[in-house]
Each structure stands twice: as C-alpha cells, then as structure tokens.
C-alpha cells in the first residue's frame, strides 16, 4: 500500500454509524460512532443524510491528518436506496421501518416479482425497497423520472466521497426484489417498471472508483471505494480467515444468518427465508430476525452482560419471550409477549436473551446449519449468547468472534485485498457450552408455546404484556 495507507471504514447501521481506522497491520488506531437522524418530511420519514454527511467528512478529514489515511469504505445496512439527479437527491433517503400508504400497498405489491425468480420474499414496510421505490414511482412520479440514478445506500456514500456513481451486486441482491440470483441479473421488477437505465454499471466491493481530497495541509486524496452490504461483508470477512463449510450468524439491529450449505429449494419464503448474494455474485441461503431491536425491545434497554444467575431464575420461574417483537423473521404475524411470571431489570433481560437463542436455534433448524457456527455482532455482547447456542446445539461447534465487528471487518479486508493483502488472523474463540439447568426442557416448553408446528397461523393470545 501507499505511505498513506491506513484505512477509513464508515460502517453505517441503522441505529448507530461507526467510523472505524485500520492499520496496515488490520488493527483499529481509532473509532468513533454517531446515531442518524431520521426525520419527517411531508408525511414520511427520511433521513437527514446532510447532518450525516458532515459528521462523516469531519470524522474522515481527522481521521486522514491524525492516521495518514489513505483508503475510505463503506459498509451498510440494507434495504435502504437513494434517488439521484445528477449531484443532488431527488427526493430524500427513506426510512425502511414505515408501510406504503394501506391503499396503495397491494397495488405495490401486485408488482413483485415470484420468489422462485427473486429468492426475495414479500415482506412488510420497506424491507425489499423495490417495494419503496414503486411506492415513490405511484404516489411522487417526478422523484422517479428526475432520477439518473438509483443507488443503493453503501453506493450513495461511495458517490457523495468520490463523484462516480456504480452499483454493487451484494446490495442489489439483498432481498430487494431487483435482483434474479439465478441469472446473475436483474429481475423482471427491473425492467417492466423501466429502471434498468437508471442502474449505473456494477463495480465489486472494495473496488476503488475515485478519490476524495480532505482538508487543506497534512490531508491528500483518499481512494475511495465502492462499498458493501454489511452482513455479507461479514460473511466475506470470515471466509477470507479460512471458515469454508459454516453458518455465519450476523447479529446487530436484525440477526442474519447465513449457511451456503442449504439448498435454495428448502428456503420458505414465508419464514423470511432468502437467497442473499455474496460479493462475488453466488447465491447465500440465508434467514433472518430482527433480533438485536427485538432484544432491546424486550429487555427494556438493559445494556449490561446477563449473568448465569438471572437466566437460571428465568427458567426457573418458567418466564417466556414469545415472537415476535419486531416485524419480519421466522414467526411472523403475532404480536410479542412473556408468559409466565413477570419480571423486570436483569431478570426481563434475561428472558429477552433466551428468546432471542430461541429464535436463533430455531432459525439455524430451519436453514439446516449442520457444520460450524460463526457469532459476530451486537449480542456477543449481551453475555453468555454463544455459550447458549452451544449448549443447545452439542454436535456443532460454536465460535464467537473478538471483534463483534465483522462488517468493518470484511470492509476494511476488500481494501486490503486490492493491494494484495491480508492482514487480519482468525480471532475467534470457540464457545464453551453453558450446562444451565433446564435449557432444552425451556426450548422444547418454548416450541409448544410459540406453536412451531404451525408458524402461519396466528393465534391471538391473552398473555400479560410486560
């Protein structure tokens, strides 16, 4: 790499946005992170991307003259794409967590291509933004028609720094309806709607398509490089350590796993199964439940480590998370609750955090991971989550990852691999099962309870809401 060759990764969630410096030799000189702001405007809820902007070109122009900065990249949450007319918005960046208008939803709908075609299941708000970008078409056409480009959220930021606009195929491909993985192309929405012109060419992940020039003084141009999409950057990152037969599990605002082992036919598109696209263009079997939100939902903002303790006498007391707390995932269609007793502080976090092993036992069950287990993310931070998983699933071992930042990981290894290096080492520590008294009895009562044999059918239920 160059004399400047440290390397700027802006990893963008959706709750929080983290800007993270890597050496040359993989390790973090610096990080720092700040929540975006999402907004109304004329009824709908958009981001502020011009106060992210700032943030991030202030963080960066530090970044540059403290660390000789030489690279910027961008890993992204999905679901998320921006509109863009030459240099500006033509109409602001929207929040993913809101439904098209009621009576103009199965008109959107209607238009979503078969899952067969897509591997992309129809599901709620805007978590396939096909379903966005045809409700700005129907409801503000000229947003559409102004547009020379439709970018997807990792790709926006790779233009505002470098001025050049691309597309990028693990984004496109992440459950949005645009994309056929099949054909390595996109799907019918694309062109029977007319947007195949406004998709700029593809670039890979990593790729460097311009430069940014920072402030005046120590600063110079930054190579700046076409971004990625977070949880398969994840999964690149853990294949470029040497995992080759595993299931990534990839946790923060949504738990993403993903197990190329599974075969595309067993994905069930009613379960908020999908083929996600890696960065090369091949197809991930993967499954989904937002539970890094549905945990702090359920928790009740509890931010320490769960102890042995509180779990045991959550078990004991017979105190049960029931799906589902969030929209999408597995169980989709019934409202979250607790049964049992309630409880509060540790203990309700403790309830909260084996549902959300529940959750993800039973979704490693569904997308058939039979080999090795990757955790990586925002719930190795709860305590004991790896520890759990490995106890409920004794013939698969269980790796829990050091970093719990896997996306800035895989993002800052495909700036490294366009110099030709790698490196980062394989980190992770195998996770020792937790023999907690009465751990799979609670699965098995958990399963009855949330009626796994009949996941499509919703029940009303009278439990006490916590």
Same mark, same amino acid.
Request: proline share 6%.
């Given at each position: 790499?160059?004399s400047?060759? +440290? &390397?700027a990764?802006?990893? /963008?969630?959706?709750?929080?946005?983290? #800007?993270?410096v890597?050496?040359?030799?993989?390790?973090?000189?610096?990080?720092?992170? $700040?929540?975006?702001?999402?907004?109304?405007?004329?009824?709908?809820?958009?981001?502020?991307?011009e106060?992210?902007?700032?943030?991030m070109?202030? $963080?960066?122009r530090?970044?540059?003259?403290?660390? %000789? &900065?030489?690279?910027?990249?961008?890993?992204?949450?999905?679901?998320?794409?921006a509109?863009?007319g030459?240099?500006?918005?033509t109409?602001?960046?929207?929040?993913?967590?809101?439904?098209p208008?009621?009576?103009?939803?199965?008109?959107?709908?209607?238009?979503a291509p078969?899952?067969?075609?897509?591997?992309?299941?129809?599901?709620?708000? *805007?978590?396939?933004?096909?379903?966005?970008i045809?409700?700005?078409?129907?409801?503000?056409?000229?947003s559409?028609s102004?547009?020379?480009?439709i970018?997807a959220y990792p790709?926006?930021?790779?233009w505002?720094f470098?001025?050049?606009?691309?597309?990028?195929?693990?984004?496109?491909?992440?459950?949005?309806?645009?994309?056929?993985?099949?054909?390595?192309d996109f799907? =019918?929405?694309?062109?029977?709607?007319?947007?195949?012109?406004k998709?700029?060419?593809?670039?890979?992940?990593?790729?460097?398509?311009?430069?940014?020039?920072?402030?005046?003084?120590?600063?110079?141009?930054?190579k700046?490089?076409?971004?990625?999409?977070?949880?398969?950057?994840?999964l690149?990152?853990?294949?470029?350590?040497?995992?080759?037969?595993?299931t990534?599990?990839?946790?923060?605002?949504?738990?993403?796993?993903?197990?190329? %082992?599974?075969?595309?036919?067993?994905?069930?598109?009613h !379960?908020?199964m999908?083929?996600?696209?890696t &960065?090369?263009?091949?197809?991930? @079997?993967?499954?989904?439940?937002?539970?890094?939100?549905?945990y702090?939902l359920a *928790?009740?903002?509890?931010t320490?480590?769960?102890?042995?303790?509180?779990? =045991?006498r959550?078990?004991?007391?017979?105190?049960?998370?029931?799906?589902?707390?969030?929209?999408?995932?597995?169980?989709?269609?019934?409202?979250?609750?607790? &049964?049992? @007793?309630?409880?509060? *502080?540790?203990? !309700?976090?403790?309830?909260?955090?084996?549902?959300?092993?529940?959750?993800?036992?039973?979704? /490693?069950? /569904?997308?058939?991971?039979?080999?090795?287990?990757?955790i990586?993310?925002? #719930?190795?931070?709860? *305590?004991?989550f790896?520890?759990?998983l490995?106890?409920?699933?004794?013939?698969?071992?269980?790796?829990?990852?050091? $970093?719990?930042?896997?996306?800035?990981?895989?993002?800052?290894?495909?700036?490294?691999? $366009?110099?030709?290096?790698?490196p980062?080492?394989n980190?992770?520590?195998r +996770?020792?099962?937790?023999?907690?008294?009465?751990?799979?009895?609670?699965?098995?009562?958990w399963?009855?309870?949330?009626?796994?044999?009949?996941?499509?059918?919703?029940?009303?239920?009278?439990?006490?809401? %916590?």
């Amino acid at each position: 790499m160059t004399s400047r060759n +440290a &390397v700027a990764v802006f990893d /963008l969630g959706k709750t929080n946005s983290k #800007l993270f410096v890597f050496g040359a030799d993989g390790s973090i000189l610096a990080q720092t992170r $700040t929540k975006p702001q999402w907004v109304e405007h004329d009824g709908i809820r958009v981001l502020d991307d011009e106060a992210l902007f700032e943030w991030m070109t202030d $963080t960066l122009r530090q970044a540059v003259d403290d660390y %000789a &900065v030489g690279h910027v990249m961008f890993s992204g949450h999905g679901c998320t794409f921006a509109l863009v007319g030459g240099d500006h918005l033509t109409h602001p960046i929207l929040d993913y967590e809101q439904d098209p208008p009621e009576a103009l939803a199965p008109h959107v709908d209607m238009l979503a291509p078969v899952f067969s075609e897509t591997y992309s299941p129809k599901l709620p708000l *805007g978590f396939n933004y096909g379903r966005h970008i045809l409700w700005l078409e129907t409801t503000r056409p000229d947003s559409l028609s102004k547009a020379d480009a439709i970018l997807a959220y990792p790709q926006f930021w790779s233009w505002k720094f470098s001025g050049r606009k691309v597309s990028e195929v693990s984004y496109i491909g992440c459950h949005s309806h645009l994309w056929a993985p099949l054909k390595q192309d996109f799907s =019918s929405l694309v062109d029977g709607q007319g947007w195949r012109a406004k998709m700029p060419e593809f670039a890979r992940a990593g790729a460097v398509i311009g430069s940014w020039r920072g402030s005046e003084g120590k600063s110079a141009d930054v190579k700046v490089h076409n971004g990625v999409h977070d949880s398969n950057s994840a999964l690149y990152y853990y294949r470029s350590l040497g995992f080759d037969d595993f299931t990534l599990v990839s946790t923060g605002t949504w738990v993403v796993i993903f197990n190329s %082992a599974c075969p595309l036919d067993a994905l069930d598109e009613h !379960r908020d199964m999908l083929a996600n696209v890696t &960065v090369d263009g091949k197809p991930a @079997p993967t499954i989904r439940f937002m539970g890094g939100r549905e945990y702090d939902l359920a *928790g009740g903002g509890w931010t320490k480590p769960v102890s042995l303790e509180a779990l =045991s006498r959550v078990i004991a007391k017979g105190v049960f998370g029931l799906p589902s707390f969030a929209p999408g995932g597995p169980m989709q269609g019934v409202e979250g609750r607790f &049964v049992g @007793p309630q409880v509060e *502080g540790e203990e !309700r976090a403790a309830a909260a955090l084996l549902y959300v092993v529940m959750m993800t036992d039973l979704s /490693l069950d /569904l997308i058939r991971s039979e080999h090795s287990i990757v955790i990586d993310g925002g #719930l190795v931070k709860t *305590g004991l989550f790896a520890e759990l998983l490995a106890e409920l699933r004794p013939t698969q071992e269980v790796y829990s990852s050091t $970093t719990a930042e896997g996306s800035a990981f895989g993002a800052a290894a495909l700036v490294f691999e $366009t110099v030709g290096q790698s490196p980062f080492e394989n980190e992770t520590k195998r +996770a020792t099962p937790l023999p907690l008294f009465g751990l799979r009895a609670y699965r098995q009562a958990w399963r009855s309870l949330a009626e796994i044999e009949e996941p499509d059918v919703a029940r009303p239920r009278k439990e006490f809401h %916590a």
